[in-house]
């Protein structure tokens, strides 16, 4: 078992590296997870196109930081991955793969951490591992690896360039079979490529053309949110009704496993206060599909100019680093996806956080952690 897992998310719009430190649970199966260091930096690699070196050099910051946080004794013990997600699948064949060559270089020339000296020390993670990981990583924090299936919880992660949902299901040619702390799980997991929030940015807003959108509001002119709803409803529709998704393993009485969403669904939630506080200390915190809904047709009811003087003004908008323009925008899909997309109810309590807490230390709630279980 290694005591030390070092897992770089080379993600579309920057990359982390997450070092983690796990000890064997007394007398039980599985392991527990002793603390986690992070560390982040962007553009992502595949900002950098043609040059392949210039995107390996730029982990160095991140390689470092890890290099400082494993103690030089258990370097060559400790296994390191670099995953790459979205942004460099969507890139040229030649252009992903010279990056990815660099990479693995660069580590091999300049690191002592563990590596198999195989292809998958640095690849192109795809969208069904990235929700196997995500999937395993919830479940850990909230406690339920090593409990039936059908007391786990759903995870939907929405990246920028594509959208993950896994969840546990019967055993069918669609699962992935995991052994985890003594229990079998069949799970199911799908990503849907070019559904993430900043593709859909992309294809609906017209962000880079600069065309008119519904979706978007101008200086003295607010977003049209009927029309907005409608374009963003068939866009869901022709990515979602082709794929076939088995039944959960929710209990007798209910509809569906509770859900736990990551990534720009909590950033949005996040930016405009729209989560929940948890009935119970430690718990992660809350957010209703409906409340998607009603901020929406706040925001888009409001002009450019309007949004700007919300933004300026103290508050969590005010910590909103994307386009102000786009808030509306953002809403509506992130609803829409849930309602349409996913099938989860209007009002259904939706699980979220950017971190949970372990050992009084916060520990991210992304896919790094459940590709270090598997690792550890």
Same mark, same amino acid.
């Given at each position: 078992m290694a005591d030390f897992v070092v897992v770089i998310d080379a993600g579309s719009s920057g990359s982390r590296v997450h070092v983690f430190r796990f000890k064997k649970k007394q007398g039980q199966h599985g392991h527990e997870l002793d603390i986690e260091h992070f560390k982040q930096l962007k553009p992502g690699l595949s900002s950098y196109g043609g040059d392949a070196e210039s995107a390996a050099r730029s982990l160095k910051p991140l390689l470092d930081y890890a290099a400082r946080h494993v103690p030089a004794s258990h370097h060559r013990e400790t296994p390191i991955i670099v995953r790459a997600t979205a942004g460099l699948r969507m890139l040229p064949g030649e252009q992903s793969h010279s990056i990815l060559?660099?990479?693995s270089r660069y580590l091999h020339t300049n690191y002592a951490f563990k590596l198999s000296g195989a292809d998958h020390d640095v690849t192109i993670m795809d969208g069904e591992d990235e929700g196997t990981y995500a999937w395993i990583t919830i479940n850990f924090l909230l406690n339920k690896i090593g409990k039936p299936a059908s007391h786990?919880?759903?995870? @939907? &992660?929405?990246?920028?360039g594509? #959208?993950?949902?896994?969840?546990?299901?019967?055993?069918?040619?669609? #699962?992935?079979?995991?052994?985890?702390?003594?229990?079998?799980?069949?799970?199911?997991t799908h990503s849907y490529l070019g559904f993430?929030? !900043?593709?859909?940015?992309?294809k609906i807003t017209h962000r880079e053309t600069g065309e008119p959108s519904a *979706? @978007?509001? @101008?200086? &003295?002119?607010?977003? &049209?949110?009927?029309? *907005?709803r409608a374009v963003v409803q068939k866009f869901i529709k022709a990515g979602f009704s082709a794929v076939k998704v088995p039944s959960d393993l929710a209990p007798a009485g209910t509809r569906k496993l509770p859900i736990f969403v990551l990534s720009f669904i909590f950033d949005v939630a996040s930016q405009l206060g729209m989560q929940r506080m948890p009935l119970r200390d430690g718990d992660p915190q809350m957010i209703l599909v409906h409340d998607y809904f009603t901020?929406? !047709?706040?925001? *888009?009811?409001?002009t450019l100019s309007e949004l700007n003087t919300m933004h300026s003004t103290a508050g969590p908008f005010s910590e909103r680093s994307d386009d102000v323009a786009l808030t509306c925008f953002d809403l509506i899909y992130i609803y829409e996806l849930l309602r349409i997309g996913y099938g989860r109810e209007q009002y259904e309590v939706m699980h979220t956080g950017q971190v949970i807490h372990v050992n009084q230390h916060p520990v991210e709630t992304q896919w790094p952690l459940g590709a270090a279980l598997m690792l550890a």
């Open positions: 060559n660099a990479v786990t919880a759903t995870t @939907v &992660d929405l990246g920028g594509s #959208t993950q949902v896994a969840y546990a299901s019967s055993q069918t040619g669609g #699962t992935t079979k995991l052994k985890l702390a003594g229990e079998t799980y069949y799970i199911f993430g929030l !900043n593709a859909a940015r992309s *979706c @978007v509001p @101008v200086k &003295d002119r607010a977003a &049209d949110f009927t029309s *907005c901020k929406a !047709n706040q925001i *888009c009811g409001m």
